[in-house]
């Protein structure tokens, strides 16, 4: 009877010693011993709410790394991977309405198209981050010499353009820097400015489709910058002139489904068109690259110097 009178009284300190006892190691299936542990929580799991009211909540996720910029006559174009495709025919030999500022920021007189250009193009080369890749083609049609001279070539009226062949050693249409897109390191921005310097000069005709096609949807770059002075005249070595009646509306059709054929990556391509002067030419020339543009990406479209 004094024994159950007590018995309420010694629960409660037995369940105590219980649970004050030391971990009992207990043998695993491979004969070790073991000990079980608490279980840690994560660094995840404990982190609690700015109210410090003990809530869990995720960690914030990461910050997605910023866009990649590219800037070209003050455009800027957010991308990767970009090949630049450049007009170097004989009328980028003429004077450039429009401001000109080297690479040291001093102001340029007289600059042609051409030097123009080839600035702009190394300024946006000079600034590439590291983690984008490049190429940069030119176009001209050019024949007569080894060099890549441009000779004077008159084709026959008639329905038919004229064609011809070249003689050996004489220079491609397209000519690209290198035959893929590379890193802009401070070594292959320093090879392409030489390569500029070497390549850049103005001579022959307009084959705006092969310029593109061959010199950067080529290269399966996301991003191409296309620029001429002019309108298309040349086709796969071909020429078309005006002077003998050819189409027109035939030959601006031909480079846009051309190129748009060529697309097969869906690269965006930007179009800049520096005016040839004439007015007339000048507005179906800028209504063609305003197409190209709005075709393929769709890219935007600028017109520079004039």
């Known amino acids: 009877m004094h024994a159950n009178r007590f018995l309420p ?39 609690e709410s700015p109210g410090g009211n003990g809530t869990v909540i995720d960690p914030p996720p990461e910050k997605p790394l910023p866009p990649i910029e590219i800037v070209i006559w003050e455009n800027p174009i957010e991308t990767d991977e970009i090949i630049f495709v450049l007009d ?3 009328s980028m030999k003429y004077r450039y309405n429009g401001t000109v500022i080297d690479l040291e920021g001093n102001s340029v007189f007289g600059a042609t198209k051409m030097e123009a250009v080839n600035l702009e193009l190394k300024r946006a080369i000079m600034n ?5 890749k490049f190429n940069i083609s030119y176009y001209a049609h050019r024949w007569g010499t080894g060099t890549g001279g441009h000779s004077v070539y008159t084709p026959t009226p008639g329905p038919e353009p004229a064609s011809h062949t070249d003689p050996p050693g004489s220079e ?5 820097w290198q035959s893929k897109l590379v890193q802009a390191t401070e070594k292959n921005k320093a090879s ?7 390549k850049g000069t103005p001579n022959g005709c307009t084959c705006i489709s092969d310029g593109c096609v061959d010199g ?7 991003t191409v910058v296309l620029l001429t002075d002019g309108w298309p005249n040349t086709f796969r070595r071909t020429i078309y002139y005006s002077d003998f009646g050819y189409d027109v509306d035939y030959v601006f059709n031909r480079t846009k489904t051309e190129i748009k054929s060529a697309n097969r990556q869906n690269a965006t391509i930007h179009t800049f068109y520096i005016p040839y002067g004439n007015p007339g030419k000048d507005a179906k020339a800028r209504l063609l690259m305003q197409e190209i543009a709005a075709m393929n990406g769709p890219g935007t479209f600028t017109q520079i110097g004039g």
């Open 9 to 47: 009284l010694l629960l409660p300190v037995l369940i105590a010693v219980l649970y004050c006892a030391p971990a009992v190691p207990q043998e695993a299936p491979d004969g070790k011993e073991r000990v079980d542990l608490p279980i840690e929580r994560t660094e995840e799991a404990t982190t």
């Open 216 to 222: 950067g949807l080529a290269y399966n770059s996301k």
């Open 172 to 176: 491609p249409d397209v000519v690209t």
């Open 192 to 198: 392409a400015f030489a390569w500029i310097d070497a």
């Open 128 to 132: 590439l981050s590291e983690n984008v």
């Open 88 to 90: 170097r025919t004989g």
